[in-house]
């Protein structure tokens, strides 16, 4: 399978609003926005997002809109996020977007975190060289409950 990056465009938001508001997907990563189907949240959003001095990639596999990648926040906090569509899990889309992205954002170290049980996206950061740092818990929205975390880093 053929993964790669490029540049958000506008016709790839259909595709991760569809991602970002299927309930499953939203109780394995647990820590998301209050409500994913509110549509003018979720634009509002990327319109800040694509403002930003973030680095947003949509992830392709075989040519297709599977995700999305980015490294945001401030430089001395710099932390990775990803999401891939609940059909394309367990095919190694996450942890070669992952490692594209890495090559994209040469700055270190990076910061990540997961739901503890969110067993996946821990082995893919792993895999990508980041090791745990810490733990924390918070409120997970799409849970509705506090929710343990594992706090990764991607060292200098």
Do not use: Q
């Not at 403002?51 to 710099?78: F, I, K, M, N, Q």
């Not at 060289?129 to 594992?150: K, L, N, S």
């Amino acid at each position: 399978m053929d993964v790669t990056l490029r540049n958000v465009r506008e016709s790839d938001l259909p595709v991760f609003f569809s991602h970002m508001s299927d309930p499953e997907a939203g109780r394995v990563a647990a820590f998301t926005c209050e409500d994913p189907t509110d549509r003018a949240y979720f634009d509002a959003h990327w319109a800040r997002v694509l403002a930003s001095d973030a680095v947003v990639r949509t992830v392709l596999a075989d040519g297709r809109v599977v995700g999305h990648a980015a490294v945001y926040g401030p430089p001395d906090e710099r932390e990775v996020t990803y999401v891939i569509g609940r059909a394309h899990w367990g095919r190694g889309i996450a942890t070669a977007a992952l490692r594209a992205l890495l090559g994209v954002v040469p700055v270190r170290p990076l910061h990540a975190r997961a739901a503890a049980d969110n067993t996946g996206s821990i082995r893919v950061l792993e895999k990508c060289g980041f090791t745990v740092a810490g733990h924390d818990r918070g409120f997970a929205h799409a849970r509705g409950e506090e929710t343990d975390e594992v706090v990764l880093i991607l060292p200098a």
